[in-house]
């Protein structure tokens, strides 16, 4: 009895992981990537951090190479990976190849890192709906995943965080700091210049 009963715990343990699926994906600032996803039916959580770099245990101040990125857990029978990379798309500037809005440089261009074969397949795909959808060329590459670097705890939800941090306003919330420089970066505004009605996570 007890050796059924723990093959049926096993083998539900095993349903529940094979519903489960990551997707790292670079859309320039990690905080606005992460606020975005977890507001996604279906995501379980979402961790800012570096990858697609060379370099071992990458910090905020020394991540040369690195994007910023952020790895999506969901739930893959209420979300799809293709429905992450559609959403994802449609919230960058996927026209943009020197970074993302007010922010420059290679760490943060957008990117799409997949895991394997079928999310290779699966992220050109949606590149090449979006880019007939955009009718522009869209420069967000598919690449093959590099090891994801977990970013500092003080980068983690930084978007409802309601630790005081000084700014160049003076002290505030992590949270009305990171509502003051999304809307100053222009983020939203160009998504929505951009995508019209198809655009995605506007504030």
């Given amino acids: 009895m007890l050796r059924h009963a723990l093959a049926l715990t096993f083998a539900l343990a095993g349903a529940a992981s094979a519903k489960t699926e990551t997707a790292i994906l670079a859309g320039g600032c990690f905080w606005c990537v992460e606020s975005n996803f977890e507001a996604v039916s279906g995501v379980k959580d979402v961790v800012s951090g570096y990858t697609g770099g060379d ?21 893959n029978a209420k979300i799809s990976y293709a429905e992450v990379v559609n959403r994802f798309l449609r919230s960058t500037d996927v026209t943009d190849a020197g970074g993302q809005f007010c922010d420059r440089g290679n760490a943060y261009r957008s990117a799409i890192f997949a895991q394997n074969a079928v999310q290779q397949a699966t992220a050109k795909a949606e590149v090449a709906k ?29 978007y409802k965080s309601t630790d005081v941090v000084l700014t160049r306003r003076g002290p505030k919330e992590k949270r009305n700091a990171y509502a003051f420089y999304r809307d100053a970066c222009g983020r939203d505004a160009r998504v929505k210049q951009l995508w019209g009605s198809a655009a995605q996570f506007i504030h």
């Fill in 130 to 158: 979006a880019t007939a959808d955009l009718g522009q060329k869209v420069v967000t590459p598919v690449l093959a995943a590099k090891t994801f670097w977990k970013a500092e705890a003080y980068h983690q939800d930084y």
């Fill in 55 to 75: 370099s071992q245990n990458p910090t905020y101040d020394d991540h040369e190479g690195h994007y910023e990125a952020v790895r999506i857990t969901f739930d």
